[in-house]
């Protein structure tokens, strides 16, 4: 009997071949596991780090088994491709701030057009350049961004909820149907404002069309009026006031609806409709 114990035969753990299948095989031991997860082929392993990287030859991996990253060796590399590699690099860690910055640029200066194109539809045209063409480019490029701003800002102050509370309060009792009274109670205290969320998309739509809108209105119904800034303002505030009395009266009615809604009994079949779905049940049964 030899005194040297005999080696234990290689196996890889990803084709699960043996050292006597393949006797020119390339083995190797990359982490500290032993026994029969120990040693693995190098074109194996090579293959399976491929899938694991998914094209990032430069991260690491791991064992699965025992968690030992591997060290993986490259060969060198000349200084051109070395210069390369490094540019990349700084390109790839670059470009998420770039791309923010160009974002947050586009929005500014879109911002900034917008601002400009409302001045002049508010003061009108030829008096909007006359006034941007004398002020402070500083004053511009700070306050035409704020307009679209202050617009949705303006946008997203929802006075007739408030309102709609108030009339909740003091007014509905008396509006009620008789005996729905003592159920208002089950209307929240927000009423339907409650389940109204506030939409992104029309929340910026409605606040950046809204210039365009007081001027239609404001043309409309102050013809009289010869400045088209105050024409423009007058028109502006009618359509909110207009526009806020309907709303508040459409979600009043809705919560006069959900104060008074009632649950109903379940219908009750008659007899006829009974003996008529019994002697169907009996036919299906003899079918089968």
Request: with cysteine; hydrophobic share 40%; aromatic share 8%.
């Amino acid at each position: 009997m030899s005194l040297t114990e005999e080696k234990p035969e290689k196996h890889c753990w990803v084709c699960f071949a043996s050292e006597r299948d393949d006797l020119n095989a390339d083995w190797v031991s990359p982490c500290r596991c032993k026994g029969s997860t120990k040693w693995i082929h190098q074109l194996c392993l090579q293959r399976w780090l491929d899938e694991k990287q998914k094209g990032n030859g430069g991260g690491a991996v791991s064992c699965p088994q025992c968690g030992t990253e591997y060290h993986i060796s490259f060969p060198k590399m000349g200084p051109l491709v070395f210069l390369l590699q490094q540019v990349d690099r700084a390109l790839s860690r670059i470009s998420p701030f770039a791309a923010v910055g160009v974002m947050v640029g586009t929005i500014y200066w879109s911002a900034v057009t917008y601002g400009a194109v409302t001045v002049m539809q508010v003061v009108g045209h030829k008096k909007g350049l006359y006034l941007m063409e004398r002020a402070d480019p500083l004053f511009l490029l700070m306050g035409l961004p704020t307009i679209p701003v202050l617009l949705v800002l303006g946008k997203m102050i929802r006075w007739e909820d408030h309102v709609v509370r108030l009339l909740q309060r003091y007014s509905y009792r008396g509006k009620l149907p008789p005996g729905a009274s003592r159920y208002l109670s089950r209307v929240p205290a927000e009423g339907i404002a409650a389940g109204d969320h506030l939409s992104v998309s029309r929340t910026l739509c409605g606040a950046l069309i809204f210039p365009s809108i007081a001027s239609v209105v404001g043309r409309l119904l102050f013809v009289r009026m010869p400045p088209n800034l105050q024409r423009t303002l007058l028109g502006g505030m009618a359509f909110v006031l207009i526009k806020g009395v309907l709303k508040v009266y459409f979600k009043q009615q809705q919560c006069v609806i959900q104060a008074s809604r009632n649950i109903l009994n379940y219908p009750e079949r008659s007899a006829d409709e009974s003996n008529e779905s019994e002697d169907e049940d009996t036919e299906d049964s003899g079918n089968e």
